[in-house]
Nanobody
Framework: VQLVESGGGLVQAGGSLRLSCAAS????????IGWFRQAPGKEREGISWISSSDGSTDYADSVKGRFTISIDNAKNTVYLQMNSLKSEDTAVYYCAASDSFYVERGANEYGYWGQGTQVTVSS
């Protein structure tokens, strides 16, 4: 069971990035997928979640209206489209999977984690 994030990088403020989270060893069917991030010296923050079962989504206030989470079940991949990036979005971004039918915000609900991908937004 493995989750692999990609798509991070350096971008100017106001720019966009799309992160991908590809699963291997299992399928996203009936899993909830979450994106979390951790900036240096700060606690891990959950930012976006999706249920692969019913497609329901949820967003933290800090990214609502700027980030969009989506899933391609055929490719077993979850995406995080990040627009209007700000310097405060700089962090390592992780995707995680929870064997929950419903969207789960709490990190403790997630048993599978990727290795993370760095996003740096320059101002």
């Amino acid at each position: 069971v493995q989750l692999v994030e990609s798509g991070g990088g350096l971008v100017q403020a106001g720019g966009s990035l799309r992160l991908s989270c590809a699963a291997s060893g299992f399928t996203f069917d009936d899993y909830a997928i979450g994106w979390f991030r951790q900036a240096p010296g700060k606690e891990r923050e959950g930012i976006s979640w999706i249920s692969s079962s019913d497609g329901s989504t949820d967003y933290a206030d800090s990214v609502k209206g700027r980030f969009t989470i989506s899933i391609d079940n055929a490719k077993n991949t979850v995406y995080l489209q990040m627009n209007s990036l700000k310097s405060e979005d700089t962090a390592v971004y992780y995707c995680a999977a929870s064997d929950s039918f419903y969207v789960e915000r709490g990190a403790n609900e997630y048993g599978y984690w990727g290795q993370g991908t760095q996003v740096t937004v320059s101002s």
